[in-house]
């Protein structure tokens, strides 16, 4: 049998890449996906919802350049979010914001996407909109 020999940096290297990725999952969000049909109400389908509680996840913002307008330059933020690859949100998806700032409840404004790191995925992000409550 083949012993494999690691260097300390290589280590080191591995085990500070594993914690800034732990570490960038610094916010808790509970996701509410719809499920499957329960009854019908006036013709229309009623869904029961699964939700996940106390999901891993980062909120943040993406700001776009100074775009003119008729009103005169605005910056326009878009908020995102991150979660791990095995969880389950979609584009119907409801997420509710349990720190800090990002306190509230929030609708999944487009399909969550894949994002690789080194050609093998790393997580999954969408953009969100807030949902008056």
Known sequence: M????VSVWQH????VKNMARRASFC??????NPGTITGYINGRPQYGAVITTNVPCRFYSLKSPVQETASGAHIISQLR????LDTSISEDSTVVGKSG???GTYSVD??????????HPAWI????????S
Not at 12 to 15: G, I, K
Not at 27 to 32: P, R, T, V
Not at 81 to 84: G, Q
Not at 125 to 132: G, N
């Open 2 to 5: 083949r012993e494999v020999q």
């Open 12 to 15: 080191l290297h591995y085990l």
């Open 27 to 32: 916010h808790l969000c509970d996701i509410s």
């Open 81 to 84: 979010l991150r979660v791990y």
């Open 101 to 103: 700032s990002f306190t």
């Open 110 to 119: 487009s399909l969550p996407e894949i994002v690789y790191s080194n050609k």
């Open 125 to 132: 992000e969408c953009s969100l909109k807030a949902v008056e």
